[in-house]
């Protein structure tokens, strides 16, 4: 990270570019998000600039069978800023039947923000084409960090486990190519299934990746074998187990579901706003 610490001012001033760019990014993608329709598994509420699946998971979390992805012992992957670059920190695995070990952030004055996403909800495709520049933009400068959680509580929205396959596959990505996760993510979300159908085949993702300049084989057979289900039942679980991540009069987690230096976003009003309220705090 730079060594030389941003001022209030200068912190204050980069997040006010920051949410103006957020908010023309929004208005040019307007005419292309469409409005989600509520079903028996999805709850759609609609905030600004992102629109929240809410979905209900009663489940207790089972013992964890295997071991988790490396770089995501939190069972989410950290980013931060480097020579003016987003990095993910490198971590080892969470092992075969233990448990994450959370990120505990540092008071240095940065804000740290931690989204719970499922890859197969376009409510997180719409936050991300929101806000994925101004967050990248932050980090990269050093004046913040991001976790990205993935989650799948989406399969019942799909005649296949595609919310299971999707978060899968960008798991694998975590665990054998960590810098091209951002990436790659991205791919996904832009070519994002609709819901209500088969979602895409192990072949699409992996086509889609591959897209994305990643073309690795140990990605591509930890695609095929689904082989990160186990951990990401169990990290879907404990996730959706956490009361504090539910919004208020909600009994269930939502995605995206995202938090800035351990306060809740009411996923409403535009979020690089309420980012801005923790940069200029002394």
Known sequence: ??????????????????????????ERAAKLRRWLIPTVVT????????????????SAPPPQAEAGPRNMVSDGILFQGEDGEMVPVETPAIPASGTPTPTEPEDDGLVHIVSYVDLSCPACQAFEEAYADPIQQLVAAGQATLEIHPIAILDNAYTTNYSTRSNNAIACVANYAPESFYDTMEALYENQAEERTAGLRNSQIKDIIHGAGLENADV???????????????????????????????????????????????????????????????
């Open 1 to 26: 990270m730079p060594e030389e610490r941003l001022s209030k001012d200068q912190r204050r001033e980069a997040a006010r570019e920051a949410a103006r760019v957020a908010r023309e990014k929004r």
């Open 43 to 58: 709850v759609v509420i609609v905030a600004l600039a992102a629109t929240i699946t809410v979905v209900a998971i009663t």
């Open 220 to 282: 591509d057979r930890c695609i095929d074998g689904t082989v990160f289900e186990p951990w990401l039942t169990s990290a879907t679980l404990r996730a959706a187990s956490d009361s504090s991540l539910y919004q208020p009069g909600k009994a269930s987690i939502a995605t995206p579901t995202v938090t800035v230096n351990g306060d809740l976003w009411s996923n409403s009003g535009d979020f690089m706003e309420f980012v801005q309220q923790h940069l200029t705090v002394d």
